[in-house]
C-alpha cells in the first residue's frame, strides 16, 4: 500500500471549514483514497472515498487533484463533535482487505 | 454496512494470563480482521480470519500470543496469551461488507 502522510494536528472553531491534505506520492494507478474518522473508545469510522477530481457526501467533501499524489479532506462548518482523529489510505478499491493505516490527524475543534 | 458486537469492551488482566475477546458480526461475512492500537497510535492490522481456515498474521505477531478463532460467517474471537504490561491496548474487530466497519474495541490493561 502507498505510505501517506499527513499533519499530526489541526486546531479549529466551530462553524469554520477544515482541510486536511495528505500526501501519497507513490499512489498507483488502481488505489482509491479513503478517509477514516475515530472517535476516542471507538473503531474507526468510513467518511468518504474517491479516486480523482471531487467526492462530495453528506459528512465531506474530498478533492484529489490530476496527479493523484495527493488529497484534501475538507470539514465544513465543524462543530465540537467533529473533534476525532481522521486517518486517510490509500489502496486498491474500497475493499482492499488490509487496510494499512498512518499516524492520523487529529482535529480539535474548540468553541 | 454491518454492525458489530464486541466483547468485552475493557478488562484489566493480571500479567501471564490470557484473554479472549469476541466479535459478532449481525450479517454473514467473508473476512474479519483483528486490528491492535496500542495507546496513543494508530492501528496495525494483527491477523486476517476467514471461516474455515487458519488466519493469517501479519508480521510481529503470531498464532502462539494471538490464536485466533473463526467458526461461522459471523463470529470470531482473539486470545491475548500470557499477557504482560506491553499488551495493554485497544483491540478492535473488523469485518468487510459493502465496505469497512469496525468494532467499538476492547481496552486492555494488563498489571
Known amino acids: 500500500l502507498a505510505k501517506t502522510t499527513q499533519p499530526i494536528s489541526m486546531d479549529s472553531y466551530e462553524g469554520q471549514e477544515v482541510n486536511i491534505t495528505c500526501s501519497h506520492n507513490n499512489i498507483a494507478t488502481n488505489d482509491y483514497i479513503t478517509w477514516y474518522q475515530q472517535f476516542p473508545s471507538q473503531g474507526p469510522r468510513f467518511i468518504i472515498q474517491?479516486?480523482?477530481t471531487k467526492v462530495t457526501n453528506e459528512v465531506a467533501s474530498l478533492f484529489i487533484p490530476a496527479d493523484r499524489k495527493s488529497s484534501t479532506l475538507s470539514l465544513p462548518r465543524v462543530s465540537l463533535s467533529d473533534t476525532a482523529v481522521y486517518y486517510c489510505l490509500v489502496g486498491a478499491s474500497l475493499n482492499d482487505y488490509k487496510l494499512s493505516f498512518g499516524a492520523g490527524t487529529t482535529v480539535t475543534v474548540r468553541a | 454496512s454491518a454492525v458489530i458486537s464486541q466483547k468485552p469492551s475493557r478488562d484489566i488482566c493480571q500479567r501471564g494470563t490470557s484473554l479472549t475477546i469476541q466479535c459478532q458480526v449481525d450479517s454473514q461475512v467473508t473476512m474479519m480482521f483483528w486490528y491492535r492500537q496500542q495507546p496513543g497510535q494508530s492501528l496495525t492490522l494483527i491477523a486476517t480470519?476467514?471461516?474455515?481456515?487458519?488466519?493469517?498474521?501479519e508480521s510481529g505477531f503470531v498464532i502462539d500470543k494471538f490464536p485466533i478463532s473463526r467458526p461461522n460467517l459471523t463470529f470470531s474471537t482473539l486470545t491475548v496469551s500470557n499477557m504482560s504490561p506491553e499488551d495493554s491496548s485497544i483491540y478492535l474487530c473488523s469485518v468487510e461488507a459493502n465496505g469497512y466497519t469496525f468494532g467499538s474495541g476492547t481496552r486492555l490493561t494488563v498489571v
Open positions: 474517491g479516486y480523482k
Open positions: 480470519a476467514n471461516q474455515g481456515s487458519e488466519a493469517t498474521y
